[in-house]
């Protein structure tokens, strides 16, 4: 049980296009999602919580109108890095936390979302 | 503030050999303790977790052990395998209004050579 897919898991795209990633939880209401940026061979970075129906809220220094997220159902978040460009190249995960028995204080991952950005 | 502190890689073993990450905290409250593995392209999998002092996490072969009055939360394998390569995070979840907060440690690179 807990399992959160992601889709796309890899993605290439063009300089000033826009990406949107999916995460979503299989098995569990997800009240709150997370999006982790991660670079290589360095640790997550937090980027924005969301709780089902309201704001994300963005960590400091993270820009929210370049990077959109959503959380418009329990089971579905969705990031969009509008205008991508190189310096957005990264792994981007989400997490999803619910109200699992047992579990409420646990963060459950996806695989991750690899953007290049050309 | 609540923060982790693991010990820093690379960590490279030889197979059969035992294993050990060191893991330190700091809390204000009574917070729950996680490791998480990651495999090279891929998300981050909880291994285990313990929920308060002295509870024992175990899974895969690897625990760690919740102890209050040393703040650790120390990973242990007693014989490693070239599949366990990966990175591994030591994470704790504090309680704050309206829910809880996840703060990960750097992150330990492990490396088994066959």
């Known amino acids: 049980g807990a399992v959160v897919s992601q889709h796309p898991s890899w993605v290439i795209c063009k300089s000033g296009t826009s990406v949107k990633i999916e995460c979503r939880s299989l098995d569990f209401q997800a009240t709150t999602m997370f999006w982790y940026r991660q670079f290589p061979k360095q640790s997550l970075m937090l980027m924005a919580t969301?709780?089902?129906?309201?704001?994300?809220?963005?960590e400091q220094g993270v820009e929210k109108d370049k990077f959109l997220i959503n959380h418009a159902s329990l089971t579905l978040s969705t990031l969009t890095v509008t205008s991508a460009h190189p310096e957005d190249s990264s792994f981007y995960i989400c997490?999803?936390?619910?109200?699992?028995?047992?579990?409420?204080?646990?963060?459950?991952f996806g695989p991750g979302t690899r953007l290049t950005v050309l | 503030g609540d923060s982790v502190t693991q010990m820093e890689g690379p960590v490279t073993l030889s197979e059969e050999a035992f294993l050990t990450i060191n893991c330190t905290y700091t809390a204000t409250g009574y917070p729950s303790l996680f490791w998480y593995v990651q495999y090279p392209g891929e998300g981050l999998q909880l291994l285990l977790k313990?929920?308060?002092?002295?509870d024992k996490g175990s899974n895969k072969g690897f625990e760690a052990t919740y102890r209050k009055e040393t703040t650790s939360f120390h990973l242990e394998k007693g014989s490693v395998q070239v599949s366990d390569s990966a990175v591994y995070f030591c994470?704790?979840?504090?309680?704050?209004?309206?829910?809880?907060?996840?703060?990960f440690g750097a992150g330990t690179r492990l490396f088994v050579k066959a």
């Open positions: 997490s999803a936390r619910g109200p699992i028995a047992g579990a409420r204080d646990t963060q459950y």
């Open positions: 994470a704790l979840s504090d309680r704050e209004t309206g829910g809880f907060k996840t703060i």
């Open positions: 969301s709780n089902e129906g309201s704001k994300a809220t963005y």
């Open positions: 313990a929920t308060k002092a002295d």
